[in-house]
């Protein structure tokens, strides 16, 4: 291989299909063997012509590698990432991620840029969505259940795809949950807290991880020699390729970092990257965006000036090399055009969507059992709100190969759930609500808005008094609020958690009306519900739920199926309240934790684990197989969860631990452990944890390394992180100190 067919090859170019100019500018690079990989092409038929130009007409006829953000589907959508995590069901995420990976590997895509496994505390950040939300443990579990979904048995694996994790490392953590802002985080919350979902995809096999656009303490994410190859290759043992965010090679000088190009490719390679994601287009003020090459394009001269060594290229080009192998692209670089019509969103994979977005599903308050709905009692049902009948609202971001048509909405749902005995009448009461800054994807995600001559016709006052009037005639209100597809997602970070445009005001008239009012929200993090909770009898979040979502909410509303997911965060009264974690540190004062704002209590208003479902679950007989063990010994733990309901129900046992003193001071509990289980009505069953060494190990900024104390350990199990179920252990050493010699990591 030239030096310049090197760079080529760990050079990615998106490839715009509707931008004529960028797109042969791109072809133009795959003749000359200047590109490797390209991204952002679902349709087979382009995926093949252009896996023909190279492999016919390049010199050395090296495939293409096609990379796609399949985040929660492809063309069946899934709810979105944090919703699934609020299935806290990691083999339900494992399954719904292998059908995403079926149905990309059948139009020719062979790598997904996700699972994202940023841990997210700020739920301004419009990414929140992407992720698991803010636990480590959780993420992890999640993490590794995505890349198992995605790769299969590994790569190569027939019917799937490579896993990339994202973004590394600590793109959640952005000032004021603003995105693509500064981060600074220390190291006590890079390893403990942001770390472990990447290790955890790293163990479970990801072929790729892609970096942050973002960089902490003033070095940018693609340039993070330390992060890249000391604590991501060295520490974690990552054998793949790394793969920098869109554009953010050459944006190292953008943030004032590189001086030029050149010296972004050289500083980013020798930190340790090995592709460059590119758009293929340069930016320049005031000018019409031209095709160019990327930063890595200056790669061979890098070498020839001597400031890149090039075995480092030839390593970052044997990485991509050896995944097109094992992939099997060099047999078999083309796809088999006919495939996508046999596996695009099957009956099996819808079926699957819908289970996943039932299970996915947060049921927060249930007064007077209001839910389930109760078809002998409920004759007349009011939808209202402007998102029960919004199809991108039902699918959320991050869907870009969907079929929109053959979306379920939350209307649909209940009309076809509800029976011929009981009325569906709806109305939108307020048009939905919009961004002040249009999302710069909109146009990507077909996120056109209605442009119906209806919705330029939407008279707002007379469809709010239509509304108010259907709530005061109907039985009950299905009252569906949140925020558009494009409110959450990148470039899609918020100030407040209010519900947008004017859904309180709605909210509160449909309530004066007393008619009960069951609130879903349909939203990608939490919104602030101090004006919502007193006057509705139910609140189910129900996020942004995919392809058969309206379907899904309409049967737990019925009760076909009693919701079982819990909060994957921890749900803040207000804004001003954020960052808000269960997992914080007693720090001084605990006894006043609660109320350290003056005019509001500092607690969330529903805890991380939080969720109801239909009936009463109970936790007792917690035992712990010994009171006392060794530094390196695993805990057994066992608990009696029981069904006190009459009917069969999924409850989420959670298993949360507390240190009580050692090298560091650790968080007020941390979770550990957790099982999803069935229980039929009156089970009760006995739950087995084990809590071995590692999920004691912690990073101690004192001792600059991972430690294990001796030390007193809390232990509580129940359905949510504030659980009271309690007992304790201690962990001794020979000597029975934490301080002594032989207590070394
Ligand atoms: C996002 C990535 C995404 C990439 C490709 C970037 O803007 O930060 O998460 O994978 O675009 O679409």
Same mark, same amino acid.
């Given at each position: ?58 010199? #050395? ?8 953000? +399949? ?9 979105? =990432? ?40 700020? %739920? ?21 259940? $995505? ?48 770390? =472990? ?86 930016? $320049? ?25 090039? &075995?480092? #290229? ?17 047999? $078999? =670089? ?8 046999? !596996? ?17 599903? +947060? ?32 699918? /959320? ?30 109305? =939108? ?23 119906? %001559? ?18 005061? !005639? ?70 942004? %739920? ?29 804004? /001003? ?39 009463? +679950? ?63 009505? /009156?089970?009760?069953? !006995?739950?087995?944890? &084990? ?13 600059? !390394? ?25 962990? $001794?050493?020979?000597? /029975?100190?934490? #301080? ?6």
């Amino acid at each position: 291989m030239t030096l310049e067919e090197k760079a080529g090859q760990i050079s990615q170019y998106f490839y715009l299909a509707g931008m004529s100019a960028q797109a042969e500018f791109v072809e133009a690079e795959v003749r000359s063997g200047r590109a490797g990989s390209l991204l952002f092409i679902s349709d087979p038929a382009e995926t093949n012509r252009l896996q023909r130009i190279a492999v016919e007409e390049s010199r #050395l006829g090296i495939p293409l590698l096609f990379g796609f953000d +399949v985040i929660h589907g492809l063309r069946t959508i899934f709810p979105v =990432p944090l919703g699934l995590a609020a299935s806290w069901d990691p083999e339900l995420v494992e399954r719904v991620q292998g059908i995403a990976a079926r149905e990309a590997r059948a139009v020719g895509i062979h790598w997904a840029f996700a699972p994202m496994v940023d841990i997210a505390r700020d %739920p301004r950040w419009g990414r929140i969505v992407e992720g698991a939300g803010e636990d480590p443990y959780l993420g992890s579990q999640m993490a590794a259940a $995505q890349v198992r979904g995605f790769q299969g048995d590994g790569i190569g694996t027939p019917d799937h795809i490579v896993a990339g994790p994202k973004h590394f490392l600590g793109y959640g953590a952005a000032l004021g949950g603003r995105d693509y802002d500064e981060v600074n985080l220390s190291e006590n919350e890079l390893r403990n807290v942001y770390l =472990p979902p990447f290790a955890a995809a790293v163990k479970a096999g990801a072929g790729n991880i892609m970096t942050s656009y973002v960089g902490t303490g003033g070095v940018p994410g693609a340039a993070d020699r330390r992060l890249i190859t000391d604590v991501l290759r060295g520490e974690l043992g990552f054998e793949g390729f790394i793969v920098s965010d869109a554009s953010s090679v050459v944006d190292l000088t953008t943030h004032g970092f590189a001086k030029d190009d050149l010296d972004a490719a050289t500083r980013a390679i020798r930190a340790g990257l090995d592709m460059e994601m590119w758009f293929g287009l340069r930016f $320049q003020e005031g000018m019409i965006p031209t095709p160019g090459v990327g930063a890595f394009a200056t790669l061979p001269d890098a070498i020839r000036q001597g400031l890149v060594d090039e &075995q480092r #290229l030839d390593e970052a080009v044997r990485r991509v090399l050896l995944l097109k192998f094992r992939l099997g692209l060099f047999e $078999q =670089p083309y796809v088999d055009e006919g495939r996508a019509a046999k !596996t695009l969103g099957l009956p099996e994979h819808r079926e699957m969507a819908r289970i996943a977005a039932e299970r996915s599903a +947060v049921l927060l308050r249930n007064i007077g059992s209001v839910l389930p709905l109760d078809r002998s009692a409920v004759r007349s049902i009011a939808v209202i709100g402007p998102l029960a009948d919004d199809k991108q609202a039902t699918l /959320g971001p991050w869907a870009f190969a969907h079929d929109l048509e053959a979306t379920v909405t939350l209307l649909e749902g209940m009309q076809r759930v509800a029976g011929s005995g009981v009325t569906v009448a709806y109305a =939108p009461g307020v048009p939905v609500p919009t961004r002040v800054f249009p999302s710069p994807f909109a146009a990507m995600e077909q996120f056109v808005g209605d442009t119906s %001559p209806q919705a330029a016709l939407f008279d707002e006052e007379a469809e709010f008094s239509r509304a108010i009037e259907l709530a005061r !005639t109907s039985d009950v209100v299905v009252l569906v609020l949140g925020e558009a597809a494009d409110m959450n997602g990148e470039a899609a970070s918020r100030s407040t958690l209010d519900l947008p445009g004017r859904q309180v005001e709605l909210l509160e008239a449909v309530a004066a009306t007393d008619t009960p009012v069951v609130l879903v929200l349909l939203s990608g993090r939490p919104l602030d519900l101090r004006r919502a909770i007193e006057r509705t009898a139910a609140i189910l979040v129900a996020w942004h %739920p995919g392809s058969e979502g309206g379907l899904a909410v309409a049967r737990v509303l019925f009760g076909e199926v009693a919701p079982g997911g819990k909060l994957p965060f921890s749900w803040p009264r207000s804004v /001003g309240q954020v960052p808000l974690i269960y997992s914080h540190l007693r720090s001084h004062q605990p006894q006043t934790s609660m109320m350290r704002y003056w005019e509001e209590e500092s607690t969330p208003l529903y805890p991380f684990g939080f969720g109801l479902t239909y009936g009463e +679950v109970a936790y007792t007989n917690l035992c712990l197989h010994a009171s006392a063990i060794g530094l390196d010994e695993t805990l057994e733990i066992q608990v009696e969860v029981q069904n006190r309901s009459s009917r069969a129900i999924e409850e989420v046992a959670q298993l949360y631990l507390h240190q009580r003193y050692g090298r560091a001071a650790r968080p007020v509990r941390e979770l550990k452990a957790f099982q999803r289980v069935v229980l039929e009505s /009156g089970e009760t069953r !006995t739950l087995h944890f &084990q809590l071995d060494a590692a999920a004691r190990r912690y990073w101690s900024s004192a001792q600059n !390394t991972s430690v294990l104390d001796a030390s007193i350990f809390d232990v509580w199990v129940g359905g949510v992180s504030t659980a009271s179920l309690h007992a304790e252990f201690t962990v $001794q050493d020979s000597t /029975g100190s934490f #301080l002594s010699p032989t207590n070394k990591p």
